[in-house]
């Protein structure tokens, strides 16, 4: 998968969704079950590389100023956020920080965990023969396997 086609993904999963981040989710779910595991593992690694590009000092900044954080859990958060916003509003983001203000008046939150984690919940769905018990723990206090913690998310 290249760039270009991530940006698809994440564009096809705000259609509609206007911001609601449970069926942003839903949508990116269901879109990346259509794909091969291997579309799935470039996705996530896409997604990776773009929080890491985000972080700099004077985003970091104007997210903490915002109410994002700066600790590594809510910079993650922040940075799943901006890139479900979608390529446009990422890369203005990116070019500018102070940018980043429009776009959180905009937003009822600018941390969206969940969605980071979306590309991990399907590999695991289309991994076989692992046992929802052998999958991967989420972190706090009731360690719940991933695959409940996405059942939950899309029933909302």
């Known amino acids: 998968m290249k760039r270009r086609d991530f940006w698809e993904v994440i564009e096809a999963s705000r259609q509609g969704a206007e911001g609601r981040f449970p069926l942003q989710l ?9 794909m ?3 579309e799935v593992a470039s996705f996530e690694r896409h997604f990776g590389d773009l929080q890491d590009e985000a972080d700099s ?4 900044t104007v997210a903490n100023e915002l109410g994002g954080g700066c ?23 990116i070019d500018e920080p102070e940018h980043l ?49 996405a059942q939950l998310a899309l029933a909302g």
């Open 26 to 34: 839903k949508r990116l779910y269901h879109r990346l079950r259509t």
């Open 36 to 38: 091969s595991l291997d």
């Open 57 to 60: 000092d004077e985003l970091r």
């Open 71 to 93: 600790g590594d859990d809510s910079w993650s958060d922040f940075t799943s956020w901006l890139i479900s916003m979608g390529q446009g509003a990422y890369e203005a983001v």
């Open 101 to 149: 203000r429009g776009f959180a008046a905009e937003s009822e939150d600018i941390e969206f965990e969940e969605f980071q984690h979306v590309a991990g919940w399907v590999e695991n769905d289309l991994t076989p023969g692992v046992d929802d018990h052998q999958k991967p723990r989420e972190s706090g206090p009731e360690a719940v396997t991933v695959r409940k913690v």
